[in-house]
Structure formats: C-alpha cells, structure tokens
C-alpha cells in the first residue's frame, strides 16, 4: 500500500530534550516536506527536500533540522524541544513534478512541556 | 504575517446544495493554488488544483474558481453530501515547491 509513515504518532517529552520524529515514504517521491498544524494558524511548512541531499527552508524553520540521506526518509530533528513546539507535525511527499499533489501521513502529536 | 487566508472558519450546508469556500491571498506572485481537504485524526488529502493562468477548473462534484484580479479562489461542491463534512484547506505556491497554507474551513454537510 501507498504511504507515508510517521513514528511515533504521540510523544510528550520534557525541554531541552532532543528528539527525532521518523518519517518514511514508499512510493520514490522525490519531493518530501515537514509541515505543523496550529489552532488559528493552519498548516506551516517547516522544511522541504527536492531530493537527496537537497534540503531548504520553509516558512518556519526556526528550530528544527532534517536531513535527505536517503530518498525514502525524511526525519525532522530537534535539537532542544521548547514549549512553543507543541504542535501537530506532518510529514508529506510527491513526485518532483507533481509536487501540488503532496501525500500526507497521519500527524504526529508532540507535547513539549 | 499569513499570506493565505480563509476567513470563514465554519461552514454549514444541507445535504444536496452547493458549499462555497473562499480563500484570499495578499502575494501576487503566486502561480498555484491547490485545496485539501482533512478528516479528523488523518492527514491532508489533495484535492484540487488551479493554475494562474486559468480562472476555472473542475473535477466532478468539485470546482475551483480563481480571481486573479480581486486575489480570491473559492472552491464549489455540487451537490453536497455528508462525506464531504471535513476541514478544507487552501493553499498556495510560486515557486514550486514551497507552499502556503490558510488556517482551514470546517464544512459541515448536514443530512
């Protein structure tokens, strides 16, 4: 089955510490993006990758770091977790020329207190 | 400062008549606008797109209209139908591949 995949899908953790959220992607895109979900703000992209090792900035990347080793993964990484990045994440992909038609996985919930 | 924006939070139709969501946008430079739609505890499915250089572009139940002039889009669902109860978003791109979301629609379709 066609998917994207996120893991975990629920995490509380404390700040300052660091944590990665995996995602993963089975259908070659070469296009993967990292977007969070907020009440009254929608969705914002974080960082995107056009292709292994090509990563750039989204609208709000303060924060975070990800990186493009291989082409089907995509982990967004952050270093030290404050509170302000209590969110819902999505992971998302797509073929490097459909890139409108992004898949999305399911979200993961990150509590930082 | 959000570049995309839905204005209607909420949303509610009956069953089987048309649901209107609007979408402004401030940058002009913009060349793509795409909406999705998202059910609760899942992630954002594509569902339609719009090039600027066209004003109109339909896809069954779906069509999307873009006012280039007035910087607005709106997306049409006819006729409407329970399953269509959902948050839709609109978004929007000029570059390719860096995008712009607003803060979301709920439609509720009623029976």
């Known amino acids: 089955e066609a998917q994207v995949t996120q893991n975990p899908r629920y995490l509380i953790t404390v700040t300052g510490k660091k944590l990665t959220v995996t995602c993963s992607q089975n259908?070659?895109?070469?296009?993967m993006s990292w977007y969070r979900q907020d009440p009254g703000l929608g969705l914002r992209q974080i960082y995107y990758s056009m292709n292994v090792e090509v990563t750039d900035k989204g609208d709000v990347p303060e924060g975070y770091k990800v990186s493009r080793k291989e082409k089907r993964n995509f982990p967004l990484i952050l270093e030290s977790p404050s509170p302000n990045q209590t969110s819902l994440y999505f992971c998302?992909?797509?073929?490097?020329?459909?890139?409108?038609?992004?898949?999305f996985g399911p979200g993961t919930r990150l509590t930082v207190l | 400062d959000q570049q995309v924006k839905q204005n209607s939070p909420s949303l509610s139709v009956q069953e089987g008549r048309i649901s209107i969501l609007n979408c402004d946008y401030t940058?002009?430079?913009?060349?793509?606008f795409l909406w999705y739609k998202k059910y609760p505890a899942e992630g954002p499915t594509f569902l339609i797109s719009?090039?600027?250089?066209?004003d109109k572009n339909e896809d069954g139940r779906f069509t999307v209209f873009l006012n280039k002039s007035a910087k607005h889009l709106s997306l049409h669902i006819v006729p409407s139908q329970p399953g269509d109860s959902a948050v839709y978003f609109c978004?929007?791109?000029?570059?390719?591949?860096?995008?712009?979301f607003g803060t979301g629609t709920s439609l509720t379709v009623i029976p």
């Open positions: 719009i090039s600027s250089i066209k």
């Open positions: 940058n002009s430079m913009f060349d793509y």
């Open positions: 259908m070659n895109h070469e296009y």
């Open positions: 978004a929007a791109s000029y570059t390719g591949n860096q995008f712009y």
């Open positions: 998302a992909s797509s073929l490097r020329t459909q890139v409108h038609e992004q898949f």
